[in-house]
C-alpha cells in the first residue's frame, strides 16, 4: 500500500496499465476483439423532482467486453421532457430521442464497470421514468448478448466480475476507494473493505477563507498526504444564516478542490450554539437539499448533519437526524451521512451518558456513521474505555478532535493524543484534526500569518500540533482492493 500512497496525486494510469497488470498477474488476454465480442450493460436512473423539474442520476454499468467510449441512448416517454444542464457526458436531444456521449475522462468502462452520470431537466406534462437504454445501440437488459471473448471467459480474476470494480485507475485516496459506505460498524471502499480515513478539518470557513485554496489543498494531498478535508461550516456566529448561497457556494467549491486532489469532502453543518439541533432544522433541510443535489454524483462528499449538539436528549437528535437525512438521499441516495451525538459528540459521555442510549435506539437510516469528538488533554481514560466498546457495536467517525484542551487552546497532551490515535488506528475509525488553519490558537496547525504568506510546505511554520498530526497522517495508508 506504501507504493499507492507514493503515487503523485492526480496521476492516472489508465487503462494500459491495468491491462498490463492483469497479464502480468499470468492472465492471458486476447489481443483483438473477435465477431463474437460480447456487449451487455445494465442502467439505473433515478429522479429527484419537483413541479416543472428533476434531477436525474444515472448508473452506467457495462456487463460487455471493455469498450474506450461510450454513447448511452433512451427516449423520454413524455414529450415534454428535456435535458437542461447535464454533467459527466455530453447530452443531446432530438425530440424524445437523448443521447449521453462519454467524456475523455470517462470513456474507458472495463466488463462490470460502472460509471455515474446525471443532469437536471424540466417537465410539463408528466415526469415518468425512461423505460429501456442502449449503450453502443445495444439494449441495456442486464445481461449480455453475443460469446464472451475468450479473455474474459478464462479469466479467473474478480476484477472482471459484473459485480466487482475494476482496479483503481489512479493513486489517491479517492481513486483506490471511489464510492464508500458503512459496512457492519466500519466504513468500506469501493471493494467492500474497511478502510481509516486520515485528514484535516479547516477552522470556521467564514474566518479561516484564507487558509483553504489551491494551494494549501496541494500540501494537505500531497505533502500531509491527506485522505480528507472536513468544511466547518458554521451556521452561528456570522455563518451560514447570514448568508446561505454565498456560504453554500463556498462549500462546493471546496468540495470540488478536495476532488480534484482525490481527497474525500466531509460537509459539516457546524452547530455549536445553540446546540439543540433542532433550532437549525429548517436551514438544515435548505442546505442540504441543496449541497446533495448538486454534488450527487461526486464520489468524494460524506455529510455531517450537526457538529455538536449540546444541551439536548439524544431523541431529540434522532428526531433531527430523521428529518434531514431523508433530504440528502432524495437526492443523493448512496453518501455516507454522520449524525452528531448527544454532549458535544462524546456518545453522551460528556452528558454522564454513554453509547448505550443509541445502540439501544439508533436512527431510523441505512448506511450513516456516528460522531465522536476529543480532544486530547480533556478527554481521556474513561472516554477511550467507551469509545473501545462502542467501536464493536456502532460504526464511529471522529469527525474533530484536538490534541489540545476542549477550548482548542492550552497545552497540547502529545501523550494522550497518541493513545487516542492509536485506539483509533486499532478499530480503523477514521478522523479529522482541528484544523486546518493559522488561528492564534494551539490547535491550529499553521503558525499566525502562514495563510496569509501563502505558503504551506515548510515544516517551520508548523505548530507543535501541525508537526505531531502531518506526521501522523502522511504515513502510509492501507487500502485494501482485494
Ligand atoms: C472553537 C475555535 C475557536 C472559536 C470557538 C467558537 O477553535 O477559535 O472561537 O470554536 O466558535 C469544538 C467545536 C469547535 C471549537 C473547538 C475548540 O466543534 O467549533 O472551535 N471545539 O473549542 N468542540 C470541542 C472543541
Known amino acids: 500500500m506504501s507504493l499507492l500512497k507514493r503515487l503523485p496525486r492526480g496521476r492516472t494510469l489508465g487503462v494500459a496499465g491495468a491491462v498490463g497488470a492483469l497479464v502480468a498477474g499470468g492472465l492471458i488476454l486476447a489481443p483483438m476483439v473477435s465477431a463474437s ?116 471467459s478464462t479469466s479467473p480474476s474478480p476484477s472482471t466480475s459484473p459485480s466487482t470494480p475494476p482496479p483503481p485507475t489512479g493513486g489517491t485516496p479517492l481513486a483506490i476507494n471511489g464510492q464508500l459506505h458503512v459496512c457492519g460498524v466500519n466504513l468500506c471502499n469501493q471493494y467492500n473493505k474497511a478502510i481509516q480515513l486520515r485528514g484535516m478539518s479547516t477552522h470556521g470557513i467564514q474566518w479561516f477563507a484564507s487558509c483553504i485554496n489551491g494551494t494549501s489543498l496541494d500540501a494537505l494531498a500531497n505533502d500531509w498526504k491527506a485522505d480528507l478535508l472536513r468544511i466547518a461550516m458554521y451556521v452561528q456566529e456570522q455563518g451560514y444564516e447570514t448568508n446561505p448561497a454565498g456560504f453554500t457556494a463556498q462549500v462546493n467549491n471546496y468540495v470540488d478542490l478536495a476532488e480534484a486532489r482525490g481527497m474525500y469532502a466531509i460537509i459539516d453543518f457546524h452547530t455549536l450554539t445553540p446546540g439543540d439541533p433542532n433550532y437549525n432544522l429548517d436551514r438544515a433541510k435548505t442546505f442540504f437539499a441543496s449541497v446533495a443535489q448538486r ?73 450513516i456513521m456516528y460522531a465522536f469528538h476529543f480532544y486530547a488533554a480533556s478527554h481521556k481514560d474513561n472516554y477511550r474505555t467507551v469509545v473501545a466498546r462502542a467501536a464493536k457495536l456502532l460504526p464511529l467517525f471522529v469527525t474533530e478532535f484536538g490534541t489540545v484542551s476542549a477550548t482548542g487552546g492550552g497545552a497540547t497532551d502529545l501523550s494522550s493524543t497518541s493513545t487516542w490515535l492509536d485506539l483509533l488506528d486499532q478499530n480503523k475509525i477514521s478522523y479529522a484534526n482541528w484544523t486546518y488553519s493559522d488561528a492564534n490558537e494551539s490547535s491550529a496547525a499553521f503558525k499566525p500569518g502562514t495563510c496569509s504568506a501563502g505558503s504551506y510546505t515548510n515544516t517551520s511554520q508548523l505548530t507543535e500540533s501541525g508537526t505531531y498530526v502531518r506526521n501522523r497522517i502522511r504515513t502510509a495508508d492501507n487500502f485494501p482492493t482485494s
Open 37 to 152: 465480442a460480447s456487449a451487455g450493460c445494465r442502467v439505473t436512473y433515478t429522479t429527484n423532482q419537483w413541479p416543472g423539474g428533476f434531477t436525474a442520476n444515472i448508473g452506467i454499468t457495462n456487463l460487455g467486453d471493455p469498450v474506450s467510449s461510450w454513447t448511452l441512448g433512451w427516449t423520454f416517454p413524455d414529450a415534454g421532457q428535456k435535458v437542461g444542464q447535464g454533467w459527466s457526458a455530453t447530452y443531446t436531444q432530438s425530440g424524445s430521442a437523448v443521447t449521453a456521449k462519454s467524456m475523455d475522462y470517462n470513456g474507458s468502462l472495463a466488463t462490470g464497470a460502472t460509471t455515474s452520470i446525471g443532469f437536471n431537466g424540466t417537465w410539463t406534462a408528466s415526469n415518468p421514468t425512461p423505460s429501456s437504454f442502449t449503450l453502443n445501440g445495444v439494449a441495456c437488459t442486464g445481461s449480455t448478448t453475443g460469446s464472451p471473448s475468450p479473455s474474459k
Open 295 to 367: 454534488n450527487a454524483a461526486k464520489k468524494n462528499v460524506i455529510y455531517e448533519i450537526a457538529n455538536e449538539p449540546n444541551g439536548v436528549s439524544w431523541q431529540g437528535i434522532k428526531n433531527y437526524a430523521e428529518q434531514v437525512i431523508p433530504v440528502i438521499r432524495a437526492a443523493d441516495p448512496d453518501a455516507v451521512v454522520i449524525v452528531g451525538t448527544r454532549g458535544w459528540s462524546s456518545l453522551g459521555v460528556s452528558d454522564g451518558s454513554s453509547e448505550t442510549e443509541i445502540v439501544n435506539s439508533p436512527v431510523n437510516a441505512t448506511n
